[in-house]
């Protein structure tokens, strides 16, 4: 997954720049330690912390990026798409598309990679100059279109299934 780069202060996407509130003081504490252990190279250890908290706090979407995150680093990729995902439908934050659009293509779910480039490319998010949307959208509507023709089905058909 291509990194992203990152203010010194890492924070989840937030539309607009704008933090959203989190349901408690400690929970905000909890979530930067997280931080602070995942930046020290000691995600299990994030993860460890923060898993138990998902069934106390199952809707706050920074939760849910930050044990995604904390996975990611730790080397479990499928671990950390639902995470993502549910920080995404959580929060409808456009600046999670950009994370889901990379974590969809180191794990070759290519539809689902075409589309989060495509939203991001479509609202316009801000990407940080090492990051070109409009390469990955080509070579991924290529990589679609010979799975299309290796198996005969139309392209919309092969990105619906």
Same mark, same amino acid.
């Given at each position: 997954?291509?990194?992203?780069?990152?203010?010194?202060?890492?924070?989840?996407?937030? !539309?607009? /720049?704008?933090?959203? #509130?989190?349901?408690?003081?400690? =929970? /905000? #504490?909890?979530?930067?330690?997280?931080?602070?252990?995942?930046? /020290?190279?000691?995600?299990?250890?994030? +993860?460890?912390?923060?898993?138990?908290? &998902?069934?106390? %706090?199952?809707?706050? !979407?920074?939760?849910?990026? %930050?044990?995604? %995150?904390? #996975?990611? *680093?730790?080397?479990? +990729?499928?671990?950390?798409?639902? /995470? %993502?995902? #549910?920080?995404?439908?959580? @929060?409808?934050? @456009?600046?999670?598309?950009?994370?889901?659009? @990379? =974590?969809?293509?180191?794990?070759?779910?290519?539809?689902?990679?075409?589309?989060?480039?495509?939203?991001?490319?479509?609202?316009?998010?801000?990407?940080?100059?090492?990051?070109?949307? $409009?390469?990955? +959208?080509?070579? &991924?509507?290529?990589? +679609?279109?010979? *799975?299309?023709?290796?198996?005969?089905?139309?392209?919309?058909?092969?990105? $619906?299934?």
């Amino acid at each position: 997954m291509s990194k992203r780069k990152r203010k010194k202060r890492r924070s989840p996407p937030t !539309a607009q /720049g704008s933090r959203r #509130r989190r349901p408690s003081v400690a =929970l /905000g #504490r909890t979530l930067d330690r997280a931080e602070r252990m995942i930046d /020290g190279g000691r995600a299990q250890e994030a +993860i460890a912390l923060l898993g138990p908290l &998902l069934p106390s %706090y199952p809707r706050v !979407a920074d939760l849910h990026y %930050y044990l995604g %995150y904390a #996975r990611v *680093i730790a080397g479990d +990729i499928w671990g950390a798409l639902p /995470g %993502y995902e #549910r920080a995404m439908k959580l @929060s409808r934050d @456009s600046g999670y598309w950009l994370p889901l659009a @990379s =974590l969809y293509l180191r794990l070759e779910l290519n539809a689902y990679a075409l589309h989060a480039f495509r939203q991001v490319q479509a609202q316009q998010i801000d990407v940080p100059e090492t990051e070109d949307v $409009q390469e990955p +959208i080509a070579v &991924l509507e290529d990589r +679609i279109a010979d *799975i299309a023709h290796g198996l005969g089905l139309p392209v919309a058909q092969v990105k $619906q299934g």
